[in-house]
């Protein structure tokens, strides 16, 4: 039997529905061992209740840590964690290990070197700390797969930049700067979404059903869902449902007005991969394999 693939999910669950999608999908595919989740964003104790509430759900028992509210520089884009107004309805606990999420990440990394897949799906301030307060981190690390950026073309809905790295754009850039990666960016993840009245039919039993409990606060402004995160996650175990270009990302800094939008040069000696092409019925069809 092959070795399961062991991931660290960073993540800010609680606002946009997609982390909790995604923590579905980790949860449930057996080739999947999830060695931790950290939480990152406003309200980062209540991100880590939504989490365990949904490992709970799954019959499992996961590490969860508590890690940075508050960007690095930049003002504070995301202070609550929405979908927490669900959390009566699930057991879930209440507190968590006081040590540091950067610090259990590295102890994690420390503990299995060569073999953890950091997936970091939200603004990426706890995996920025981790670059520099733990330099070794990257070499220690078997991949990094980040939910961040947009790089083929501009999305006027979006604004200047996309949201993981507007909400954090000093933490992403030193993240682009630090680490081999692969980053799935707007330009694929916009191309796999699904209506409410779908996403009702397919999340109803498992713990699919706790996720669209989850989703109630979002679906009050929004129709729909994209699998952002879920699409990253996939990727992991089944890269061939999206083709990447390989070169090196940079973040702007600079303009204000355009902090935090992502630029690629492509290079076939760049140290990032980005997602160019995705194919949606592999995709969804390799989602809901398990579920």
């Not at 540091?100 to 700390?129: D, F, R, S």
Request: aromatic share 8%; charged share 20%.
């Amino acid at each position: 039997m092959a070795d399961k693939t062991k991931v660290w999910l960073d993540t800010d669950i609680g606002s946009d529905i997609d982390d909790a999608v995604a923590l579905a999908y980790l949860l449930a595919n057996p080739d999947c061992e999830l060695v931790g989740i950290s939480t990152v964003s406003g309200e980062a104790v209540k991100r880590a209740q939504i989490a365990d509430a949904i490992v709970t759900a799954a019959g499992r028992s996961v590490p969860i840590f508590v890690g940075a509210e508050a960007p690095l520089l930049s003002k504070v884009n995301q202070p609550a964690a929405q979908q927490a107004t669900q959390l009566t309805n699930w057991p879930h606990a209440a507190t968590f290990p006081q040590l540091h999420a950067v610090e259990a990440m590295y102890a994690a990394i420390k503990a299995n070197p060569g073999q953890l897949t950091l997936l970091a799906v939200g603004p990426m301030t706890n995996v920025a700390l981790l670059t520099r307060m733990h330099p070794d981190a990257a070499s220690l690390l078997k991949s990094t797969v980040l939910m961040c950026g947009e790089f083929f073309r501009r999305l006027p809905a979006w604004g200047e930049a996309e949201w993981n790295a507007l909400c954090d754009p000093y933490a992403a850039a030193m993240v682009y700067d630090g680490l081999k990666l692969r980053s799935v960016g707007l330009d694929v993840t916009m191309q796999v979404r699904m209506h409410q009245d779908e996403v009702a039919k397919r999340f109803s039993t498992g713990v699919l059903r706790v996720v669209y409990d989850f989703a109630k606060p979002w679906f009050e402004r929004i129709d729909h869902i994209t699998f952002h995160d879920p699409l990253a996650a996939v990727s992991i175990f089944t890269p061939g449902v999206m083709t990447c270009r390989r070169g090196r990302v940079s973040v702007e800094l600079a303009s204000e007005r355009a902090r935090g939008r992502t630029y690629f040069d492509e290079d076939p000696a760049g140290p990032h991969e980005v997602g160019a092409a995705v194919e949606a019925d592999a995709f969804f069809q390799e989602y809901f394999r398990y579920q």
